[in-house]
């Protein structure tokens, strides 16, 4: 079945510190792909995209990602963690799935920043 | 551009009330809507997909005559929640994609937390 998984529930990490959120999904083909971030109580904010060609895409806030076909992986990465990037990271792929195609989410990282 | 905005952004209503969220595309127009419900602490989880001038798709387990939607206009889609009761607490997010996109990217609102006394 059509699913995306984040392995992580909850990462913490200290300020100043490299990230890699990781994100793994399952289809029969590749799915265009995203990364949002959402603060407590407020909707999502897209990080960045992957769709096709260079495999990696750079994103707002400092972020990238990689996307591994072999691995059918697509992990967010940051390479020095600010305290104000503490909140949920949910990763999703659009999939064609019971019809239709539809956004499918992962269960969400909760980044947590030690000063 | 795309910004999407959810009203209320918190409700609090009692039990066997109905409750209306708006969700409205401010500057584009949204053939297609999406309604999202999520549970602290999880993911979000599609309810339905919304079509201007058509009826709803509603996921598996969402009951359609409990979650009302109407997408009337290419900017406005509204989601009922008809007598509620306590489990139906939970954030409501809605998203709109942009009408003829080369793409299917989404926009997402802010959410309304309904909480139900």
């Known amino acids: 079945a059509q699913s995306v998984t984040q392995p992580d529930i909850h990462i913490t990490v200290s300020e100043g510190a490299s990230l890699e959120l990781r994100c793994n999904y399952s289809y029969g083909a590749t799915p265009y792909l995203f990364w949002y971030v959402q603060s407590p109580g407020q909707g999502l904010q897209l990080l960045l995209k992957y769709f096709s060609g260079d495999t990696l895409v750079q994103g707002i806030k400092g972020f990238e990602a990689e996307f591994k076909r072999s691995q059918s992986s697509f992990n967010l990465r940051k390479p020095s963690v600010h305290w104000s990037d503490a909140a949920e990271y949910f990763c999703a792929a659009f999939m064609f799935s019971g019809g239709y195609n539809k956004l499918i989410f992962g269960a969400g990282t909760r980044l947590a920043v030690h000063p | 551009g795309a910004v999407v905005s959810q009203h209320p952004s918190w409700v609090i209503c009692k039990s066997g009330t109905s409750v209306k969220i708006e969700c409205r595309s401010l500057?584009?127009?949204?053939?297609?809507m999406f309604w999202y419900r999520q549970f602290p602490k999880q993911s979000l989880m599609l309810m339905a997909t919304?079509?201007?001038?058509?009826?709803?798709?509603?996921e598996q387990g969402v009951e359609k005559d409990k979650f009302l939607i109407n997408h009337a206009s290419l900017t406005l889609s509204t989601l009922t929640v008809t007598s509620a009761h306590p489990e139906d607490s939970s954030f409501y997010i809605c998203?709109?994609?942009?009408?003829?996109?080369?793409?299917?990217?989404?926009?997402f609102g802010p959410g309304t937390r309904l909480t139900v006394l």
């Open positions: 919304s079509n201007e001038g058509s009826k709803a798709t509603y």
């Open positions: 500057d584009f127009q949204a053939t297609t």
């Open positions: 998203s709109a994609r942009v009408s003829g996109s080369s793409y299917n990217e989404q926009f």
